[in-house]
């Protein structure tokens, strides 16, 4: 039972985690090309549904540390130091996706939309960031999967 616990939870991080990290990554070029030397609209319909992936799939993101917690308790881990140490990246994941990713996306989108000039410093900023918050979730993955000093047997 444990073993699906962990599996299921893993599963949910993936369906609700995967999502954001893929549009957040294709957001800076996805922008870049938006307001390239011959702006279609495609390109601005491309970056307002990655923007709105990300927004959609980071509330979505929230119900994995509840179901984290939940599986935690379940087997008996909750002061264990690989889940704690997951607990922390996974707040400081949410910090960087909340404080730094879509407070840019929303201002590129704006300045896309509006059809104003986009310096590439910015988009490589935004990209710089999402990678922060990319290795991070990555990290959190290992972390549940491989549990280093765990002794629950699952």
Not at 13 to 21: H, L
Not at 130 to 136: A, Q, Y
Request: net charge positive; charged share 10%; glycine share 8%.
């Amino acid at each position: 039972m444990t073993k699906v616990l962990l599996s299921l939870h893993v599963l949910a991080a993936i369906i609700a985690i995967g999502p954001v990290s893929i549009a957040a990554s294709m957001f800076p070029p996805a922008a870049r090309r938006a307001v390239a030397n011959d702006p279609d609209p495609s390109g601005t319909a491309t970056v307002k549904l990655l923007h709105r992936i990300c927004r959609v799939y980071a509330g979505i993101g929230l119900a994995v540390p509840v179901f984290g917690f939940a599986t935690a308790s379940y087997m008996n881990v909750l002061g264990s130091g690989w889940l704690i140490t997951s607990i922390f990246l996974t707040a400081t994941a949410a910090g960087i996706l909340v404080a730094f990713v879509l407070p840019r996306q929303d201002k590129l989108l704006d300045d896309i939309t509006n059809h104003n000039a986009v310096e590439q410093s910015r988009t490589a900023q935004l990209a710089m960031f999402t990678g922060f918050f990319n290795l991070l979730w990555a990290v959190v993955t290992v972390l549940m999967i491989v549990r280093p000093g765990s002794t629950t047997g699952a």
